[in-house]
C-alpha cells in the first residue's frame, strides 16, 4: 500500500481501518507496550494522568466527527481540521473525497475502548484500542463493502500534537508489536 492510504485507512472510521488491522496487527492479545519515560522541560502537561485526560478528550472528539462524517456518506469535511492535523488530516479528506465518490455510507459507531499514555513532552503518544465492531460500511446497492472475518479492536499507535484549542490528531498506525486490545 502506498505511504498515504496506510493512515487513511486507519483514520477513516470503519471499513478502511479494518483493512489495515487484518495486515498490520499481530494477534494473540496481552498488555500495551510498557510506556516511555515523559521527562521533558517542554511537557505540554504536568502529569501523565493529565496527559491521558487530554489525548482521551482529544480522540473522543476525533471520533465523533469521523463518525459523523461516515454516517453522512463522507460528504461534510468541514469539521476534521477542527480535531486532526498533518497525516491523519490529510488521509481523512483523501479518504472522504474517495469514499462519497463511490456512494459510501457508515452505520454504527467506532469507539476507544481503552488509552494508555506512551509518552508526553512537546506532543502526546498513546496507545489506544479502537472498537469498530458495531460499525459497517454501506455501499450504494444496500451491501457491505466490510469483510465478515475483519479484527473488530485494533491497536493503534496515535501521536498528538498542541493547538491553542487543545490536541488534534496528527497521526494514527497500527501497532506492529504484540496486540494490547
Given at each position: 500500500?502506498?505511504?498515504?492510504?496506510?493512515?487513511?485507512?486507519?483514520?477513516?472510521?470503519?471499513?478502511a481501518?479494518?483493512?489495515?488491522?487484518?495486515?498490520?496487527?499481530?494477534?494473540?492479545?496481552?498488555?500495551?507496550?510498557?510506556?516511555?519515560?515523559?521527562?521533558?522541560?517542554?511537557?505540554?502537561?504536568?502529569?501523565?494522568?493529565?496527559?491521558?485526560?487530554?489525548?482521551?478528550?482529544?480522540?473522543?472528539?476525533?471520533?465523533?466527527?469521523?463518525?459523523?462524517?461516515?454516517?453522512?456518506?463522507?460528504?461534510?469535511t468541514?469539521?476534521?481540521?477542527?480535531?486532526?492535523?498533518?497525516?491523519?488530516?490529510?488521509?481523512?479528506?483523501?479518504?472522504?473525497?474517495?469514499?462519497?465518490?463511490?456512494?459510501?455510507?457508515?452505520?454504527?459507531?467506532?469507539?476507544?475502548?481503552?488509552?494508555?499514555?506512551?509518552?508526553?513532552?512537546s506532543?502526546?503518544?498513546?496507545?489506544v484500542?479502537?472498537?469498530?465492531?458495531?460499525?459497517?460500511?454501506?455501499?450504494?446497492?444496500?451491501?457491505?463493502?466490510?469483510?465478515?472475518?475483519?479484527?473488530?479492536?485494533?491497536?493503534?499507535?496515535?501521536?498528538?500534537?498542541?493547538?491553542?484549542?487543545?490536541?488534534?490528531?496528527?497521526?494514527?498506525?497500527?501497532?506492529?508489536?504484540?496486540?494490547?486490545?
Amino acid at each position: 500500500m502506498p505511504r498515504r492510504r496506510a493512515p487513511l485507512l486507519i483514520a477513516l472510521a470503519t471499513a478502511a481501518a479494518l483493512a489495515v488491522s487484518l495486515t498490520g496487527c499481530v494477534g494473540g492479545g496481552g498488555d500495551a507496550p510498557s510506556p516511555k519515560p515523559t521527562a521533558s522541560k517542554s511537557a505540554l502537561f504536568s502529569s501523565d494522568e493529565e496527559a491521558l485526560k487530554a489525548a482521551e478528550k482529544a480522540y473522543q472528539a476525533y471520533l465523533d466527527v469521523a463518525n459523523e462524517l461516515g454516517q453522512g456518506g463522507w460528504k461534510d469535511t468541514s469539521k476534521l481540521a477542527d480535531v486532526a492535523a498533518g497525516q491523519v488530516l490529510e488521509s481523512e479528506l483523501d479518504g472522504a473525497l474517495e469514499f462519497a465518490a463511490k456512494g459510501y455510507v457508515q452505520s454504527g459507531a467506532s469507539t476507544m475502548d481503552s488509552m494508555r499514555i506512551q509518552s508526553s513532552g512537546s506532543e502526546v503518544a498513546a496507545y489506544v484500542c479502537r472498537d469498530v465492531s458495531t460499525t459497517d460500511v454501506i455501499g450504494p446497492d444496500g451491501v457491505s463493502i466490510v469483510r465478515a472475518d475483519r479484527l473488530t479492536r485494533l491497536p493503534l499507535q496515535v501521536v498528538f500534537e498542541e493547538t491553542r484549542d487543545g490536541l488534534r490528531l496528527t497521526e494514527s498506525k497500527t501497532w506492529s508489536g504484540k496486540d494490547f486490545c
